[in-house]
């Protein structure tokens, strides 16, 4: 099956630092999400974004998907913006079931 | 008015008792699911319903059992708890093939 990476797994950052995580998958896929898992456990989407570049706020995401991965970039780093990315993928022949990676554990330290 | 909503939210219980959790969406979204997220904080799907009808059943034992009344409503049942059914439940809605959205997870543990 798809196999779906992430990296770094944990990022420790000072408050105002700029960021960039990344998803790396093995297949093609149908779509890929980004999603923030915050201290408290809320579930949060980001980004849907198969392809191209997308931009809410502070943070934006670029998936290529020809090569197969995707990044998520967040700039001028908040204390609110600690938590857990994840980047979930629906593969082509699948029936809206994403794979989920292991997750980038970041933290932001005022 | 939330979106996805699940109960309860946290929920301690003896091993050997049946649970429930609940979630319905008003989103008018066809695809529910049911999540799980252990310790190591990975997300593993269990269940999908489009239009009241199962479409993903992954590997959980059969002491997990899904119930979708109508198309709003996709609840969790769990029989013969056991220590290892410890985790973060999550309920989540998508419009099919597009954007997820997540419930605030129920917290349950097995003592």
């Known amino acids: 099956g798809i196999q779906v990476e992430q990296s770094p797994p944990d990022l420790i950052l000072q408050e105002g630092a700029n960021s960039t995580l990344r998803c790396n998958f093995s297949?093609?896929?149908?779509?890929l999400q980004w999603f923030h898992q915050n201290p408290w456990g809320q579930l949060i989407n980001l980004f849907y974004?198969?392809?191209?570049?997308k931009q809410n706020g502070r943070l934006s995401a670029t998936t290529v998907a020809t090569e197969r991965y995707s990044l998520l970039y967040i700039s001028s780093s908040q204390t609110t913006d600690s938590g857990v990315y994840f980047c979930?993928?629906?593969?082509?022949?699948?029936?809206?079931?994403?794979?989920w990676g292991a997750g980038t554990k970041l933290i932001i330290k005022p | 008015d939330t979106a996805v909503s699940q109960t309860p939210k946290y929920l301690v219980t003896q091993m050997g008792n049946d649970k429930s959790i609940k979630c319905e969406q008003n989103?008018?979204?066809?695809?529910m699911y049911w999540y799980k997220q252990d310790s190591k904080k990975f997300l593993k799907i269990m269940f999908s319903?489009?239009?009241?009808?199962?479409?993903i059943n992954e590997t959980v034992p059969n002491r997990f059992s899904p119930k979708s009344p109508d198309k709003a409503h996709l609840n969790l049942h769990i029989n013969s708890l056991e220590l290892g059914d410890s985790a973060v439940y999550f309920c989540?809605?998508?419009?099919?093939?597009?954007?997820?959205?997540f419930g605030e997870g129920s917290w349950l543990t097995v003592v």
């Open positions: 989540a809605s998508s419009p099919g093939g597009n954007t997820i959205y």
């Open positions: 974004i198969p392809s191209g570049t």
């Open positions: 979930a993928v629906e593969p082509r022949d699948s029936n809206y079931q994403l794979i």
């Open positions: 297949d093609s896929v149908n779509n």
């Open positions: 319903y489009n239009n009241k009808e199962l479409i």
């Open positions: 989103l008018g979204h066809d695809t």
